[in-house]
Each structure stands twice: as C-alpha cells, then as structure tokens.
C-alpha cells in the first residue's frame, strides 16, 4: 500500500480514537488513489466480503495491533432484526453516513435510560426504540474465535447450549453521521441501520488481540453453521468505493 494511503488510514485511526472528526475529504482521496491501484483493490477484495446482516465489511488494513475496516450498508437494505452479540475484541467506530439505533445490553440491571443525540428527529424511531427497550430470554450460543485468522475470526461452528439468559438494555442511542463509541471486547450489543435516502458507512478501529470466545444470543436454541462468505471481486469492490464516493462527495 502507498504511503499515501498508509497516512490516510493512521489519520482515521488517530480520528477514532481521539474522538475527532475524521476528515470526509481524506476518506474520499484515499479511495481514489486506491482505485489507481489493481495490486491494491486486489488485496483489500480478499480480505472483504458481504456480512451475514447484510452490510458490506471492507477491510482496507491490517498492522501488528489493529484491523481498520469500512462497514457499508446500501440504502436497498431493510432494517433487519439482530441477534444481540459479543465479539472477543474491543473496537472504536465512526459513524460517517446514515442512521443508526445502537443498544448495549446486560444480563442483569433492569432498562435504565434511552440517550437520544440532540437534533435527531426520533418520530420515525419510536416503535424500534420501544421494541428493542424490552427484556427478554435468548438462546445462549459460545463461538469459538479463530486467532490464526484476523479478518474472519468466527469458527465455522457454533457451539450449541441449553443454557437461556435474559438480558436487559441498558442504553440506547440514536447515532448519526460525527458519532462515535467504543466497545469492549466483552460488551453486548446491536447495531441497526434504519432505512434512509442516505447509504450506511462506518469506520471501524478494531484491536488484533482476541477472548478464546464470543457470544450470540438467540431466540433460536439451534443455529446453523457459520459458513464463511465469499470474497469481494475487484469488481465489485471498485462498485462498493464509487459508491461511497458517490455519497460522500455529493
């Protein structure tokens, strides 16, 4: 990767995780010059793929601590109901486009407060903030990470248990395009993208070092197996950054 880019991506980890404002115009010139590359698009594609909730995971680069990655959601995605989950390794992120409803859960404490970010028009958001804001038992399900392998470091298996939990939401929040929050490798949580105009983009700061588990709370006491997904192609890995492009500069 050029220096260029290398600089460009340290300033989006430097903007995370001093909680300032990523620039737009960087994220947008480091794409482009990624674009002139095919040695590059080519090894961003093969650690890149679309997730299981439906959102494209685009690792851009990996050094000896961390993983920063560019979450994608395309506005023809619905809002889909998630799984609360764990996974093993803390995290920063950066909301740079779209609307999200993000819930931290515990097993006990009952709900304490909904933490609404000001100038949010919250009308269209009522019935998910409600829906989420219930306790309720799930499933219980240990997921045996994969050490060896940084970008997709969930076991193929799920490790099945009898064991139900009821968890509880302790805070919900409404992020918006400037938000941030960290997350600890043993926290619970969702994160919903609502339907907007706008596509959903992220920027996620993850560290390298991993719990031997995470966790998956479900509704459902059997899950099948996580299969890992097929790479991104340049091609469609050159669609995705246009894309983004495309909303970042209009």
Request: glycine share 2%; with cysteine.
């Amino acid at each position: 990767m050029t220096n260029f880019c290398n600089l460009i991506i340290m300033t989006a980890i430097k903007a995370v995780f001093s909680l300032k404002n990523c620039s737009n115009g960087d994220l947008c010139r480091m794409i482009r010059t990624l674009l002139d590359s095919t040695d590059e698009l080519q090894a961003i594609a093969s650690r890149s793929y679309v997730h299981v909730n439906q959102f494209v995971k685009i690792t851009l680069q990996t050094n000896e601590d961390q993983i920063v990655r560019l979450h994608i959601w395309l506005p023809s995605i619905t809002s889909i109901k998630q799984n609360p989950h764990t996974y093993g390794w803390g995290f920063c992120s950066r909301i740079i486009s779209g609307i999200f409803v993000h819930t931290l859960y515990e097993r006990t404490n009952p709900f304490e407060r909904v933490v609404v970010n000001k100038n949010t028009d919250i009308n269209d958001f009522l019935g998910l903030i409600n829906s989420t804001t219930m306790s309720s038992k799930f499933h219980l399900h240990r997921l045996l990470l994969n050490k060896s392998n940084v970008i997709e470091r969930h076991h193929t298996v799920f490790n099945q248990t009898n064991e139900i939990v009821e968890l509880h939401p302790v805070h919900v929040e409404i992020m918006k395009p400037g938000d941030e929050y960290e997350l600890s490798r043993d926290a619970c949580h969702t994160m919903i993208f609502m339907h907007q105009q706008s596509m959903g983009i992220t920027l996620i700061v993850a560290d390298k070092k991993t719990d031997d588990y995470a966790f998956l709370y479900s509704n459902q006491p059997n899950l099948p197996p996580n299969e890992r997904k097929p790479c991104l192609t340049v091609s469609e890995l050159t669609h995705y950054f246009r894309y983004v492009l495309s909303e970042l500069e209009q």
